[in-house]
């Protein structure tokens, strides 16, 4: 898939672990964006995995080689409606996921995902892969 993509946290898992598939289809993109939600995710996991050092060096190494978004006042206005609009509906979902979406809103990106709750996120560009 070719466009400005923002990977999701189980995305950037399936990058580390190599899955053909994402690689191949990252191959067309023409930019990839990380949020840094994602990141704190990723750190995370790290931390409290077997292999923390390890892991947290190829973290870092993957945040330099990257472009990283953070959170801004924008970000978090759209995070509110977003969110409103879930509690409306009766369709709550993870607040970092909250986030997630938000900024790729924000910055008009395709969110690429395997979590089929941001199907709830109203005007969000989403695929699955």
Request: proline share 2%; glycine share 4%; with cysteine.
């Amino acid at each position: 898939m070719s466009g400005k993509l923002l990977l999701d946290t189980n995305i950037v898992i399936a990058l580390f672990a190599q899955d053909a598939s994402v690689l191949q289809q990252l191959e067309t993109a023409d930019e990839i964006f990380i949020p840094a939600v994602v990141l704190g995710e990723l750190y995370f996991g790290a931390n409290k995995s077997k292999r923390a050092a390890n892991n947290l060096t190829r973290l870092d190494e993957f945040t330099l080689s990257n472009i990283i978004l953070g959170c801004d006042v924008e970000t978090a206005k759209i995070y509110g409606s977003i969110k409103n609009k879930l509690r409306e509906t009766g369709h709550p979902i993870p607040e970092n996921d909250i986030w997630i979406a938000a900024t790729a809103i924000q910055h008009q990106l395709t969110l690429v995902t395997r979590d089929s709750h941001f199907d709830f996120v109203e005007n969000l560009n989403k695929v699955r892969w």
